[in-house]
């Protein structure tokens, strides 16, 4: 993981669903100690309808074209400084906010990770834009591109429930959840969060021959031993960041068929509203640009937060 830099990129469209994301941020305090940067992409009439002043017959509709150009640019600046006095008045330091809007150059999900390589903490961005409000869909185009190709810093999905602290983090001891465990440590320090050090294990299957199916084969006795260990260390590193050893619990989940339906499960009895994961867990194949559990938790767990770490 790049070096911790302390500095949120906030992607906002201008829309009601965009204030969610300002709220979201306003409501959870370790966030109060970042710098923001709320960051809009304007995409501008094409200089082809300006060419049509040259004929007489459409100065009207280009006047109208310019109008609303003009118009949509004063709407996006007042809903930034709108978005800023809100962060302010949460507890926000002026000086910690900046705003930047950007006319659109490659695309809008490309100008935003391009934007996002630019020596940040995180990215921040909701499933869906408010021009796909209508859509019978778990994620926007955007937001599925940033989430799939976003691979050089953490990517939050700002959900819609009540925050209360609390996160559920997926622990299988791979590479990937252990730099999740790292940025939540960093992110929460010395606060009053809730940890619940989630794990599914699941015992492996074979082919059984003579039933015509896979069966369980055993396996979860071994990582039980393991988990458990991985855990305790975990503990001990978010105490070490000070975070209260009452306040880190852990779940671990046996037999469970799917592990991503398991976690959400476990989020909901547990009552927190964010879910934490590696961007790739135990079967870290290269050729995927994220891994099939976070994908899935993604798209079940549709009101909560969800953060997925390089």
Not at 93 to 103: D, G, L, Q
Request: include cysteine; charged fraction near 30%; aromatic fraction near 6%.
């Amino acid at each position: 993981m790049s070096e911790n830099k302390n500095k949120i990129l906030v992607a906002l469209d201008g829309s009601e669903k965009a204030f969610k994301t300002i709220k979201y941020l306003c409501s959870f305090k370790p966030f109060h100690k970042k710098e923001l940067v709320l960051h809009n992409i304007i995409t501008k009439v094409p200089e082809c309808y300006y060419d049509l002043k040259k004929e007489p017959f459409s100065y009207k509709a280009t006047s109208r074209v310019k109008a609303w150009e003009l118009g949509y640019k004063a709407e996006i600046e007042k809903f930034m400084e709108k978005s800023k006095r809100m962060l302010i008045a949460s507890g926000f330091k002026p000086e910690a906010i900046r705003i930047t809007i950007a006319e659109r150059n490659k695309g809008i999900a490309r100008d935003i990770m391009d934007e996002a390589q630019k020596g940040y903490d995180a990215l921040l961005i909701r499933r869906r834009g408010g021009m796909q409000s209508l859509l019978p869909l778990a994620m926007g185009s955007v937001s599925t591109k940033l989430v799939e190709k976003t691979v050089c810093l953490p990517v939050m999905l700002a959900g819609i429930q009540k925050v209360n602290h609390s996160l559920c983090l997926a622990v299988d001891g791979s590479e990937g959840a252990k730099r999740a465990i790292e940025f939540v440590g960093k992110t929460i320090e010395n606060s009053d969060c809730r940890v619940v050090l989630c794990s599914v294990l699941r015992d492996y299957e074979g082919y059984d021959e003579r039933k015509k199916k896979e069966v369980a084969v055993g396996g979860i006795g071994t990582a039980l031993e393991e988990i458990e260990a991985v855990i305790e260390e975990t503990r001990k590193q978010f105490e070490s960041v000070g975070i209260k050893r009452e306040k880190i619990e852990n779940k671990i989940i046996q037999g469970a068929k799917s592990r991503a339906s398991a976690i959400i499960e476990a989020a909901r009895e547990e009552n927190c509203d964010t879910i934490v994961f590696g961007r790739k867990g135990r079967s870290d194949v290269a050729h995927f640009d994220i891994g099939r559990v976070p994908w899935k938790v993604i798209h079940g767990a549709k009101k909560m937060t969800v953060w997925i770490i390089p």
